[in-house]
T-cell receptor
Framework: EAQVTQNPRYLITVTGKKLTVTCSQNMNHEYMSWYRQDPGLGLRQIYYSMNVEVTDKGDVPEGYKVSRKEKRNFPLILESPSPNQTSLYFC???????????FGSGTRLTVV | AQSVTQPDIHITVSEGASLELRCNYSYGATPYLFWYVQSPGQGLQLLLKYFSGDTLVQGIKGFEAEFKRSQSSFNLRKPSVHWSDAAEYFCAVGAILTGGGNKLTFGTGTQLKVEL
């Protein structure tokens, strides 16, 4: 089944403890992106990647890192999480020609 | 920079009634437009998209949307709503960035409640 898989689905962590949210797609998509969803703000782009080793900042990149060492994987790294990063995170991917993203099921992160 | 406005935060309709969700966008060039639906606890599912051509676009689950350039709108419609349509709906505009990247900008969403 063609899909974007995120792990974990739920995560509670403490301020300052480094964490990684994994994202993997099995559709051979070139483009991948991370969004965060907050009530009343919709979805905002954190980082995106056009291909392996090509990444760029979205609208709200502060406090996040990404890497794209393989085409299928696009992990989101929070080096020192803070409570304002408590949110619902989505990974998405698409082909170079199709502008409609396929989304993962989301990761609900709580930082205490 | 592009932006999307969904003026209705909540909408309640009766099952079987017609539905229209409003979306207005701001973008300097011809936009790529999308509607996504998010059921509780789920990710976003693409309902339909507009790139070019026919301004009336058909999507999944009986939804359609009409692109009106003069009004900068891309409203979502369904002639008869089912209880299972209760969800949050997001309109989005896609833009091509300098350097070849792309960006999908979302509206803040409309929560649809369906009364039986």
């Amino acid at each position: 089944e063609a899909q974007v898989t995120q792990n974990p689905r739920y995560l509670i962590t403490v301020t300052g403890k480094k964490l990684t949210v994994t994202c993997s797609q099995n559709m051979n998509h070139e483009y991948m992106s991370w969004y965060r969803q907050d009530p009343g703000l919709g979805l905002r782009q954190i980082y995106y990647s056009m291909n392996v080793e090509v990444t760029d900042k979205g609208d709200v990149p502060e406090g996040y890192k990404v890497s794209r060492k393989e085409k299928r994987n696009f992990p989101l790294i929070l080096e020192s999480p803070s409570p304002n990063q408590t949110s619902l995170y989505f990974c998405a991917s698409r082909t170079a020609l199709n502008y409609g993203y396929t989304f993962g099921s989301g990761t609900r992160l709580t930082v205490v | 920079a592009q932006s999307v406005t969904q003026p209705d935060i909540h909408i309640t309709v009766s099952e079987g009634a017609s539905l229209e969700l409003r979306c207005n966008y701001s973008y300097g060039a011809t936009p790529y437009l999308f509607w996504y639906v998010q059921s509780p606890g789920q990710g976003l599912q693409l309902l339909l998209k507009y790139f070019s051509g026919d301004t009336l676009v058909q999507g999944i689950k009986g939804f359609e949307a009409e692109f009106k350039r003069s009004q900068s709108s891309f409203n979502l419609r369904k002639p008869s709503v089912h209880w299972s349509d209760a969800a949050e709906y997001f309109c989005a505009v896609g833009a091509i960035l300098t350097g070849g990247g792309n960006k999908l900008t979302f509206g803040t969403g409309t929560q649809l409640k369906v009364e039986l």
